[in-house]
Every structure is written in structure tokens, then in C-alpha cells.
């Protein structure tokens, strides 16, 4: 069975950190692109950030830009999230998710993770 198992979210103060990581099982993902999304209650899903197969190139959504970190370990077929200087509404349900990209930044995402939740207290 083809899995993405998300980890590492919790309660975290305004302005603290957290790791969050994904872990692949069932096939390998090093030939596909991954990226985390979030959604927080009553909102839509929205795009954190992807990472390329290669781990060479990444894109994120502007907000996150230079507070967010997305990394990847193929040995271990897992996907990181770095979160530092955390706010209020970064709370919510975050999923990571993977696929193919044939065209950079695109990514069909063909397998998502459950989702793990971030609450970051004011």
C-alpha cells in the first residue's frame, strides 16, 4: 500500500519553530516532485511550497518565502517542512502530497498524506 505519513505537528508559541516531515512508504518518490499544502478551518487548501524530484529547485507561496524550508531525504523517502518565526495563522492541517512534474513549477499530485495539525498560540 502506497503511503505519505505526516509527523512533527503540535502546539508551538508565536514566533517558535517546527519540523514537520513526511514519510513515504510502499514505493519510492525520488522521481516525483512533493509539496505541502495546509488548510485551516473554513478556509480553502492553499499551496505551501514543492520541491523537484532532484531536490534542486523549489517554489513556494509568497508568504512563506524565507520563513519556510522544504527539503527532501531520498534515502530515507522522506519530505521535510522547516516552519521558523511562526505565526497565528499559520495554524492549521498541513498535507504533504507527491507526483509527477513535467513541467516546473506544474505537479499532478497523484498521493496525499493525512494531514497533521499546527497550532501556533498567540
Known amino acids: 500500500q502506497v503511503r505519505l505519513v505526516e509527523s512533527g505537528g503540535g502546539l508551538v508559541q508565536a514566533g517558535g519553530s517546527l519540523r514537520l516531515s513526511c514519510a513515504g512508504s510502499?514505493?519510492?518518490?525520488?522521481?516525483?516532485?512533493m509539496g505541502w499544502f495546509r488548510q485551516a478551518p473554513g478556509r480553502e487548501r492553499e499551496f505551501v511550497g514543492a520541491?523537484?524530484?532532484?531536490?534542486?529547485?523549489?517554489d513556494y507561496r509568497n508568504s512563506m518565502k524565507g520563513r519556510f524550508t522544504i527539503s527532501r531525504d531520498h534515502a530515507k523517502n522522506t519530505l521535510y517542512l522547516q516552519m521558523n518565526s511562526l505565526k497565528p495563522e499559520d495554524t492549521a492541517v498541513y498535507y504533504c502530497?507527491?507526483?509527477?512534474?513535467?513541467?516546473?513549477?506544474?505537479?499532478?499530485?497523484?498521493?496525499w498524506g493525512q494531514g497533521t495539525q499546527v497550532t501556533v498560540s498567540s
Open positions: 520541491i523537484d524530484a532532484n531536490g534542486r529547485d523549489t
Open positions: 510502499g514505493r519510492t518518490f525520488s522521481t516525483d516532485a
Open positions: 502530497a507527491a507526483g509527477a512534474s513535467h513541467h516546473w513549477p506544474s505537479i499532478s499530485y497523484a498521493y
